[in-house]
């Protein structure tokens, strides 16, 4: 079993460097699962990542939802104090990029709790629905006080086996292209 540091890093090298219409293939597949999903469909405010390159493609997602009239929560990090929290998204047009090449909302809007699902990312996950992020536990922080649903998406080889620490929250359901894991 390798560290958490071994398999971030071979599980980021995997997802930086699949094949394009493989990637795309998979994001297409977990977005129809995802829309499909009876705690997507409930939800009346979902917070989400706006994605990087190499995960999965959240802004068609994101899009979809401000069309339906969703609220959706994007993720703000505070990066001295290493709190984050969620702030509305009204459009696509009010994003920019952080020093981390993090995207977020640059315009001022609600920040809020009250949120019915989290799409919850990660770059390395186990069966029991832990994961191992990009090493700034900022959702297991948040998570640890939250009550509402929780949905990953993610590649097949982002399922690996990892012993879980005190600290980790895991999350409710797992979707991959084709298979859930987790609750029904």
Known sequence: MSNKKNLRKEILNLMRNQDISQKEQYDLNLKEQLFEHNNFKQANSIAIVMSMDHEVNTIPIIEHLLNIGKKVFVPRTNYETKQMEFQRILDLNSIAIDQKGIKYVNQETEISDDI???????????QAGYRIGYGGGYYDKYLSRYN????SLLYPFQL??????????????????NDIYGEE
């Open 116 to 126: 019915d699902l989290i799409i919850v990312p990660g770059v390395v996950f186990n």
């Open 148 to 151: 509402g649903h929780t949905i």
């Open 160 to 177: 690996r086996n990892f012993d879980a620490e005190s600290h980790d929250i895991p999350v409710d359901e797992m979707l991959t292209p």
